[in-house]
């Protein structure tokens, strides 16, 4: 028998429902009165760094990069339709992504919610590959790797990866590479399947239209108990210090291109939800558009409105990240060391810090208003180990002091690596 616990938001006057069902799957569920369309993400903890299987009593074997997209892809095959065509005849929007950390299956309906539900479920629970077919795909997803390596906002980024990264895999393309995905069998795909799909690594998250009852009702139809299977990620023992401050190459571009990261190094493999939210406002303080810096480099021509920032974090790597195109790459990332160094030396303004979580509070609570974001973060929620509506009550408490503390911990000037693509001579 399912277990269902109501999470709910005084803030917001919304409730996201947790179900525990007997076959070990966690269903998320946030139903939006009013709301025509329906969104659904059927996800597994289990994303392209994830090159070793290492299940409890077995020893870890290691498995070609780029297998967790390449699955991804396989599994919309069948003996008979595949699920696109399956879902184009019940009208709906379906797709799937292959992140560092997860794979997702999803779709958006403004109608036959169940059909399109059980679907959904029953294609990623059973599994179709042969040799001939994993054979043809590697040619399929070989041009799609060669493609991006010619595309420099994504060759950038990469490039800035593996500086910062010595053994991690995030530094590897999601695709893997030409050479790491020949080695991939039909046979390899169903261990990594039948080791990472495992009932309790996965979760169903559902917003709009819809009640828990319907989602529950399809999901005691489709999903069938299964043996739980303890999965565990592999450490890397990524050392603390950077595999290059500096890598450039030449493409086909206009303008150049950098991407300036600051590895961190702490001693836990993840962050909490608390310790990301802080480093945005962070990264706000520092360059968002209403900080001197980002003003200044826009006024000298040094940026455009490309600039752009993340903090880019996930089972054992964490970055911050500036990129953009410049003219003039390394005055810009001459002007953000030294403003976070005059940040860190002066400490933070109060009336500046409060404008940004004001902000930052009120984009939360509208993010919840859209069913696409608010999918993928009940998904993130449930493999992270946080509430919904855990940002606002964080937001809610957030002082000074905790940006000022979290600050001293980041942006390390001997953790920082510049990326680089310059155009091609001639160009």
């Known amino acids: 028998m399912s277990t269902v616990r109501e999470i709910h938001s005084e803030a917001l006057g919304d409730s996201c429902y947790e179900v525990k069902h007997p076959s070990g799957l966690t269903v998320m569920v946030y139903p939006k009165e009013g709301y025509s ?46 699920a696109f065509e399956r879902f184009a005849k019940t009208g709906a929007s379906a797709n799937a992504y292959t992140s560092f950390d997860k794979t997702c299956f999803l779709f958006s309906c403004a109608g036959n919610f169940a059909d399109n539900l059980r679907i959904l479920l029953d294609f990623v629970q059973h599994p179709y590959f042969t040799e001939q077919t994993v054979q043809k795909e590697q040619g399929i997803i070989g041009q799609e790797i060669r493609m991006y390596q010619d595309e420099p906002g994504w060759e950038v980024f990469f490039n800035l990866m593996k500086c910062l990264y010595v053994k991690h895999p995030v530094k590897i393309d999601i695709a893997g590479t030409v050479e790491s995905i020949s080695h991939i069998t039909a046979d390899l795909l169903y261990d990594c399947y039948n080791n990472f799909y495992s009932l309790n690594n996965m979760v169903l998250a559902v917003a709009g239209n819809t009640t828990v009852e319907e989602v529950v009702s399809v999901v005691d139809e489709v999903i069938k108990e299964k043996p739980a299977i303890p999965v565990e990620r592999a450490d890397y023992g990524e050392p ?28 836990r493999p993840v962050r909490t939800l608390r310790e990301k939210l802080v480093a945005n406002i962070l990264l706000d303080y520092i360059a968002g558009e209403m900080s001197p810096l980002y003003n200044r480099l826009l006024n000298e021509g040094l940026i455009n409105t490309s600039f752009g920032y993340e903090y880019f974090t ?4 964490t970055a911050t990240i500036f990129e953009g195109e410049s003219k003039d790459p390394d005055a810009v990332a001459d002007a953000i060391k030294q403003e976070i160094a005059r940040i860190k030396r002066d400490g933070l303004d109060q009336q500046e810090f409060d404008r940004i979580l004001k902000m930052s ?57 510049i990326s680089i693509i310059r155009p091609k001579e001639g160009d």
């Open 240 to 267: 603390a210090e950077v595999a290059s401050h500096r890598k450039e190459e030449s493409l086909a571009v206009s303008m150049p291109l950098f991407a300036l990261g600051f590895k961190e190094n702490w001693e």
């Open 314 to 317: 996930g089972y054992g790597y």
């Open 361 to 417: 509070y009120g984009k939360a609570i509208m993010d919840y208003n859209d069913i696409d974001g608010l999918t993928n973060d009940m998904v993130a929620a449930h493999f992270e180990g946080w509430d919904m509506f855990e940002d606002i009550a964080i937001y809610q408490n957030l002082t000074l002091a905790d940006a000022e503390e979290q600050l001293k911990r980041e942006f390390d000037a001997e953790t920082c690596a």
């Open 37 to 82: 369309t329906t969104y659904a993400i059927f996800g597994t903890n289990y994303g392209s760094i994830d090159t070793v299987i290492k299940t409890a009593g077995q020893e870890p074997r290691t498995i070609p990069e780029g297998t967790a997209h390449y699955l991804e892809h396989k599994l919309f095959e069948s003996e008979e339709l595949d």
